[in-house]
């Protein structure tokens, strides 16, 4: 790796944990909307993920596929934040704002932890597993 390389990996570990972000936040608004925690939809994170981050790089191989399986479970983390700041700002009718303020990032981690179950982190490690297997494998030649 060259030192003039570095400022590119450092900009596309940006922008994947960005977009696994974007991605965590529209998970939990799915999950809001099927009324239930739906930790199965990590399988659909990873490949739209994977999608994503296989349109913008421009070689497919390792380093792309473990950009993959870092936005997703970063968007499985982040769903599972919200999740416990929803849940705490139900319980104590605040808002949703309000309620990751008064907690902090501390005690939405703890929560987010103990709302956890293996069989979730199954899903989370199957749609990582996806993303990084759809993002490392060459992409079939066109005709």
Sequence with gaps: M??????LYLF?????AMMG????????????????????LALAAGMV?????????????AGAAVLAAFATLLAALYFNVLMAAIQLAGNFG??????????GMGML???????????????????????AWLTWRQAAPRR
């Excluded at 994503?52 to 497919?60: L, M, S, T, V, Y």
């Design 2 to 7: 060259k030192p003039r390389d570095v400022p």
């Design 12 to 16: 596309a570990l940006f922008c994947a």
């Design 21 to 40: 972000l974007a991605v965590g936040a529209t998970w939990m608004v799915a999950a809001m909307y099927l009324r239930q925690p739906a930790p199965w």
């Design 49 to 61: 993920l994977a999608w994503a981050i296989r349109h913008w790089i421009r070689r497919p191989g």
């Design 94 to 103: 605040m808002s949703l704002v309000d309620a990751i303020r008064t907690a």
């Design 109 to 131: 981690l703890a929560l987010a932890r103990l709302g956890l179950r293996p069989a979730d982190l199954a899903w989370y490690a199957a749609g990582a597993l996806l993303a």
